[in-house]
């Protein structure tokens, strides 16, 4: 089972009803004991990242998912602003991140996108940077649905799992042992969505 965290915040739905277009049994929970006994976590977010770390901190649920992420090495997923929260801080806000993927979450660069908007928002191809059971059956077609002025840049590059381009390359998703994290909404995101997230459930550790 994965528990879709509940703190307060995120698509929750939206990926709840993902998952059990593709048979994967989930359920949206606060509820520690449903999260102590899942085999895999999800951890959304949306919105402005001081939020979300606001509420994460005041939910009473962060000592418990540290512990099953770091302690008990449960795979764990975070989507968009959830990547986000993995890192050390964002540029966006104040409040400290969860620093389980040491690195910072920095705006696009205005000076580097030239005339493109911020946000980026749309269907943008992603290129895989290491082999991982997360995208072991993409290939150079797979694309996702992006909607974020923010991203991830990871300090160590063997943490990046996927990359894309809007202006220059950006981190897309990133992977540390039983800990990943993806910029894009894999709910929006059709069947390259329902890839990703069925290889989430079932093959990766």
């Known amino acids: 089972m994965i528990a879709i965290v509940n703190y307060g915040v995120g698509n929750l739905t939206s990926v709840y009803n993902m998952l059990r277009k593709i048979s994967v049994d989930a359920v949206i929970t606060s509820d520690a004991g449903e999260i102590a006994r899942a085999a895999r976590i999800i951890l959304p ?25 770091l302690e008990e090495k449960t795979p764990l997923l975070g989507i968009c602003v959830g990547m986000q929260m993995l890192t050390g801080g964002s540029e966006e806000g104040k409040e400290p991140g969860l620093g389980w993927i040491s690195g910072k979450t920095v705006r696009f660069s205005k000076e580097r996108i030239g005339d493109l908007k911020i946000p980026h928002m749309g269907w943008t191809d992603v290129s895989v940077k290491k082999n991982s059971a997360m995208v072991s059956d993409f290939s150079d077609a797979f694309r996702f649905y992006f909607v974020h002025s923010y991203h991830v840049v990871p300090d160590d590059p063997a943490d990046i799992l996927l990359a894309a381009e809007y202006g220059y390359e950006f981190t897309a998703a990133v992977e540390r042992n ?28």
């Not at 001081?50 to 998912?65: I, P, T």
Request: hydrophobic share 40%.
């Open 45 to 69: 977010g949306v919105g402005a990242f001081d939020h979300c770390m606001q509420l994460f901190n005041g939910s009473g649920l962060r000592e418990l998912v540290t512990k099953r992420a």
């Open 178 to 205: 039983n800990i990943r994290g993806v910029q894009f909404h894999p709910e929006k995101s059709h069947r390259f969505g329902m890839q990703l997230l069925q290889n989430f459930a079932t093959t990766v550790e």
